[in-house]
């Protein structure tokens, strides 16, 4: 059974830190590329981050802000997210994308995604 399990969302003040988890069991970790998703109330579900074997890529609205980390070893992947803000408050989602090299932004091309993690930041 393939799991993705998210971790270590919660309240934060705005200028905080948060570092979410995502825990990925069922397919071969080293296969695939990881990324991070959000999606505010009332809006559609946002690319955040990826990484793969040879690259990482943010968007523009957490560039500088947020890092993604892999823990191969332990088919963990990371988001440590600092100078939070308020428009940062969403559920974020992790996924898998098959191939090891693919690290997009199309959620489409992501097949497998976790239960979502709540992160609300407040001003």
């Known amino acids: 059974e393939v799991q993705l399990v998210e971790s270590g969302g919660g309240l934060v003040q705005a200028g905080g830190s948060l570092r979410l988890s995502c825990a990925v069991s069922?397919?071969?970790?080293?296969?695939?590329?990881m990324g991070w998703f959000r999606q505010a109330p009332g809006k559609e579900r946002e690319w955040v981050s990826c990484?793969?074997?040879?690259?990482?890529n943010y968007a523009d609205s957490v560039k500088g802000r947020f890092t993604i980390s892999s823990d191969n070893a332990k088919n963990t992947v990371h988001l440590q997210m600092n100078s939070l803000k308020p428009e940062d408050t969403a559920v974020y989602y992790c996924?898998?994308?098959?191939?090891?090299?693919?690290?997009?932004?199309?959620?489409?091309?992501?097949?497998?995604w976790g239960q979502g993690a709540q992160v609300t930041v407040s001003s």
């Open positions: 996924a898998a994308e098959r191939g090891p090299y693919s690290c997009g932004s199309y959620y489409y091309a992501y097949e497998y």
């Open positions: 069922g397919f071969t970790f080293d296969d695939y590329s």
């Open positions: 990484i793969s074997v040879s690259s990482s």
